[in-house]
Antibody
Framework: EVQLVESGGGFVQPGGSLRLSCTAS????????MNWVRQAPGKGLEWVSYISSGSGVIYYADSVKGRFTISRDNAKNSLYLQMNSLRDEDTAVYYC????????????WGQGTLVTVSS | SYELSQPLSVSVALGQTARITCGGNNIGNKNVHWYQQKPGQAPVLVIY???NRPSGIPERFSGSNSGNTATLTISRVQAGDEADYYCQVWDSSKGVFGGGTNLTVL
């Protein structure tokens, strides 16, 4: 069974940093592209970042570029999101999601971890 | 940047057919994917590449895409289909979601 479990969310002040993790199981993690998607309270889904299976290709949404860094450790079946210079508008549930194929849709999602940025 | 537009809400009577649209410039030239999200839960893929259903998704869910509009159709709507539905494409190395449509079953 495919499972994605996020962790690392919490409360942080504006300007602070946080590192999210996503631990994968039930599939060959190193063979799949992964993404982070977020959802602000009461709002819609927003794609955040993409990383290829070997970390050679990385993309970011304009809203987080230069502040967030996506990475992965295939030996640990883990995906990460380092979030720096956090803003109020980064408050959201952050989901990791597995990319199914080159058409870039997401077939499995974690349960999400909540990040709250507030003074 | 590419934009997708969805109606905020759609209402349908139990057992009838719901159609949720997703508008975008020449969206018919893109691959459109649809997700269902129930309150407090993670999104679930219900349609990929315009009209394909993942395993486990009922045949009542179907999709089409042409011109400037993609459509998610849910036949014989059940109470359990009440949820938010999001369309999604991949454009210029970025993921793009529609704003989401809340489906209410009357």
């Amino acid at each position: 069974e495919v499972q994605l479990v996020e962790s690392g969310g919490g409360f942080v002040q504006p300007g602070g940093s946080l590192r999210l993790s996503c631990t994968a199981s039930g599939f060959t993690f190193s063979s799949y592209t992964m993404n982070w998607v977020r959802q602000a309270p009461g709002k819609g889904l927003e794609w955040v970042s993409y990383i290829s299976s070997g970390s050679g290709v990385i993309y970011y949404a304009d809203s987080v570029k230069g502040r967030f860094t996506i990475s992965r450790d295939n030996a640990k079946n883990s995906l990460y999101l380092q979030m720096n210079s956090l803003r109020d508008e980064d408050t959201a549930v952050y989901y990791c999601a597995r990319t199914r194929d080159a058409y870039n849709y997401w077939d499995y999602w974690g349960q999400g971890t909540l990040v709250t940025v507030s003074s | 940047s590419y934009e997708l537009s969805q109606p905020l809400s759609v209402s349908v009577a139990l057992g009838q057919t719901a159609r949720i649209t997703c508008g975008g410039n020449n969206i018919g030239n893109k691959n459109v994917h649809w997700y269902q999200q129930k309150p407090g839960q993670a999104p679930v893929l219900v349609i990929y590449r315009d009209s394909n259903r993942p395993s486990g998704i009922p045949e009542r869910f179907s999709g089409s895409n042409s011109g400037n509009t993609a459509t998610l159709t849910i036949s014989r709507v059940q109470a359990g289909d009440e949820a938010d539905y999001y369309c999604q494409v991949w454009d210029s190395s970025k993921g793009v979601f529609g704003g989401g449509t809340n489906l209410t079953v009357l």
